[in-house]
């Protein structure tokens, strides 16, 4: 074990004080108590900023303080007073800069200013803005075709720049959209559409407040989504039961102390979230979840009213070959599969019939598997089969990650677009789209492999660390002709760069955005479909640092000179952008300059809630799953199922420190979760150093060294590791076939002594 790396059981509650504690900690480091704290005033608030974390969204009523934790960290990091100035890339080369943690670059501050890769030195120089743009496009009008070119979106990026780089990017000629919703839950957004006609969550935050039952599957609800423990709280205090189905028993979802309750605070009380908690095998949720629906139709044959046979014959199809489906399934294979027992499958069940009205919510847990996207349609299916969509306190909860990643893909960002939507765009901005598909992120690196990509644009985030494969995708990256980094921070995508290089710094989402025409907002949409505004309120880190919405269009003017599209109004006012968005998509956002002056803004039209379905029956169908496997069997009895998950102090890529307190691990990040039954049947001692090699049907040898193993309640044959260190062991092909995720959660491996 590293001299540093400990492990220290961690027995409080989730939140209270661990949380106040982190949260003074991290504004500290930052220097920025005062500012930091000053800022959080403002944060979710009607006239301030959006936290740039989660998309969990606001509550109902409008409350003083509205943060958790990881807001916190978030914004601290971005409010940070260190800075990444033309003195640190003059200090340490590229090479240099490649041998330092993620940690320390997160830790090196606010970029300041325009940066481009001198290929004679290895170093980062300063470089004009005008310089950069025209050298972007000189690089995307060199191509042989605009197909070459890949432009990749964060979801931390805001409706208004969202919408204009897709206008950019289809004027210039190509679909190739990337985006971080494609690493995540995009087999929500492909695979739910054909269940129930809409790839989003049907739930808002109120349901919570009406729901008799609350089950959370494949979420890790205190690190991912810690505003969500307010509704879990407010919902066991109604003795409402709350199932929790994962593989790792997260301490949040075991008790949580809300550190804005002073009562609690002051008494040291908590509150105890799972009445159930379900320890299922990596890749067994579809097996409990055929379990579940077995009960129901037992039940219902045995004369219970179990079953809402009004829902099913007026709104659905497909219900006789599921009701054969489930039937057919037995229950020993059940409870081989999911590794729990058909006793413990019958009690959630029974939650489940008991309670009129049930919010079921996912996370990554159930979508990066390979089955991923029908694994949510077999929820949708339990949620059909008693009439749990268009009433109160019932539907899906897509627990989404990146703050606006749903609301990217609402305003344009989508490889795949449909004709009615090109055909409003081509008759709003005169130009003819490109009609052929373009790239998700898979695809993407595919073309780089290939040499068919040659620049990269990246509107935010960390691609290369964020995809599978790390080093073929650093091999690949490193071929392109140009790579654009635009960002706030120094990450390793900047380091791993193609030919040519820029690092193009951006206002943050805190900061003031002024323009021509005064400062500027711009909205988000959160993962219950809500449309709010967003108010830097901020100091820019630099004045050199430019908006997101504003680089979209400069790069557009530099690449297309010709075009007819106002690009230099809408710097200068964003409600002229907004404008447009009514024009393109005048269902969702019509009168948006108005609507957004609410000061919850808006809720774009969810039609399952009123029961319509936008289905080519114009039903909700109920979809089957073949057998009980989420991801294809390979390897033999020596296979294990990896999953990689984040810390409590990350953020996706983001490294806030080498700890992760709720899981008991400190100083360290090279550490392997393993079943202690499963360590002594490989004579594997606490703390031994091992490697994990894949299990894969190519000739690509990937394998991690340097992982210590941590004696941890997982389930038989699962293990856990840290992402994105373990990165390289998930094969580029390893993916959902319908939506083509990388199924992260769960790579076959085998462990090496």
């Not at 960290?73 to 940070?80: G, M, P």
């Not at 907002?521 to 504003?550: K, Y």
Request: aromatic share 8%; net charge negative.
């Amino acid at each position: 074990m590293s001299e540093k790396l400990r492990f220290e059981t961690y027995d409080a509650p989730a939140g209270g004080w661990g949380a106040a504690k982190a949260t003074a900690k991290i504004l500290l480091e930052q220097s920025v108590a005062v500012k930091g704290s000053q800022a959080l005033l403002k944060m979710n608030q009607p006239d301030g900023f959006k936290c740039p974390s989660c998309a969990w969204p606001n509550p109902e009523r409008e409350k003083k303080l509205e943060f958790c934790e990881n807001g916190v960290k978030a914004l601290a990091v971005e409010a940070t007073r260190k800075r990444a100035t033309r003195e640190l890339f003059a200090r340490y080369s590229v090479a240099e800069l490649m041998t330092q943690s993620d940690y320390w670059l997160e830790e090196q501050g606010r970029l300041t200013e325009p940066m481009r890769y001198d290929p004679a030195t290895d170093h980062y120089v300063p470089v004009s803005w005008e310089d950069a743009y025209k050298l972007i496009a000189s690089e995307l009008n060199a191509l042989a075709s605009p197909d070459e070119a890949e432009f990749y979106t964060s979801g931390r990026t805001s409706n208004e720049a969202a919408f204009l780089y897709s206008v950019f990017v289809r004027e210039f000629g190509t679909n190739n959209f990337p985006d971080c919703s494609n690493m995540c839950h995009e087999p929500t957004s492909r695979g739910l559409p054909m269940s129930i006609g809409i790839g989003k969550g049907t739930v808002v935050i109120g349901d919570f407040a009406k729901a008799e039952a609350i089950f959370i599957i494949g979420q890790n609800t205190g690190t991912n989504s810690p505003r969500m423990m307010t509704e879990l709280v407010n919902a066991r205090k109604r003795n409402v039961p709350i199932v929790a189905v994962n593989p790792m028993p997260e301490r949040a979802l075991i008790r949580f102390t809300e550190p804005q309750d002073m009562v609690e605070m002051a008494t040291f009380q908590s509150t105890s979230i799972s009445s159930e908690f379900v320890h299922v095998k990596i890749g067994g949720d579809v097996a409990f979840l055929k379990g579940i629906m077995k009960v129901l139709f037992e039940r219902q044959a045995a004369g219970e009213a179990v079953l809402d046979e009004d829902f099913i014959q007026e709104h659905t199809n497909g219900f006789e070959a599921l009701k054969a489906d489930i039937e057919a399934t037995e229950w020993r294979d059940i409870v081989r599969v999911s590794g729990i027992d058909e006793a413990q499958i019958r009690r959630c069940a029974n939650v489940y019939i008991v309670s009129k009205a049930t919010i079921i919510c996912f996370g990554m847990g159930v979508t990066q598997h390979q089955q991923g996207a029908r694994v949510i349609q077999q929820i949708a299916n339990l949620l059909m089969l008693r009439g749990n969509f268009g009433k109160p306190g019932a539907g899906i909860c897509p627990v989404r990650g990146h703050s606006n990643v749903q609301g990217d893909r609402t305003v344009g960002i989508e490889e795949k677009p449909t004709a009615a939507y090109l055909d409003q765009l081509e008759k709003v901005f005169g130009f003819k789209p490109p009609r052929e598909h373009g790239h998700h992120v898979v695809e993407s690196v595919k073309a780089m492999i290939a040499g068919t990509a040659k620049v990269f644009i990246g509107l935010g985030g960390n691609f290369i660390h964020a995809i599978p494969d790390t080093p073929i995708g650093y091999e690949a990256m490193r071929r392109l002709n140009l790579t654009v980094g635009i960002a706030t921070k120094l990450n390793r995508g900047h380091l791993v760069h193609g030919k040519q290089a820029l690092i193009l710094p951006v206002i943050a989402r805190s900061e003031i955005d002024r323009q021509a025409t005064g400062e500027q907002f711009v909205t988000i949409e959160d993962a219950m479909s809500n449309v709010t505004s967003s108010r830097g309120i901020l100091e820019p880190a630099s004045p050199e640092l430019r908006s997101e919405v504003e680089i979209v269009c400069r790069m557009a003017m530099a690449a297309m000179p010709s075009s007819l599209v106002p690009w230099a109004d809408y710097i200068a006012d964003y409600a002229l952008i907004r404008g447009k968005i009514s024009e393109v998509y005048p269902a969702l956002f019509h009168n948006y300059n108005e609507r957004i002056k609410a000061p919850g803004g808006f809720h774009l039209t969810v039609p399952p809630r009123e029961r319509k379905w936008n289905t080519e029956s114009g039903r909700a169908n109920f979809l089957l799953f073949d057998g009980l496997d989420e991801d294809k069997p390979i390897g033999g009895a020596e296979m294990f199922r990896l999953s990689t998950v984040r810390s409590h102090d990350q953020y996706n890529t983001t490294i806030y420190s080498y700890s992760d307190r709720y899981r008991g691990v400190y100083d360290g990040r090279m550490v392997l979760f393993m079943n202690e039954e499963d360590m002594r049947a490989a004579n594997i001692a606490p703390h031994a150093k091992v490697a994990l090699e894949t299990i894969a049907d190519d000739d690509v040898a990937r394998r991690v060294e340097g992982l210590t193993v941590y004696p941890y309640p997982m389930p038989r044959g699962s293990l856990a590791g840290y992402y994105p260190e373990l990165n390289p062991l998930l094969p580029l092909g390893h993916f959902d076939e319908i939506s083509g995720t990388p199924a992260a959660k769960s790579i076959p491996v085998r462990v090496v002594v």
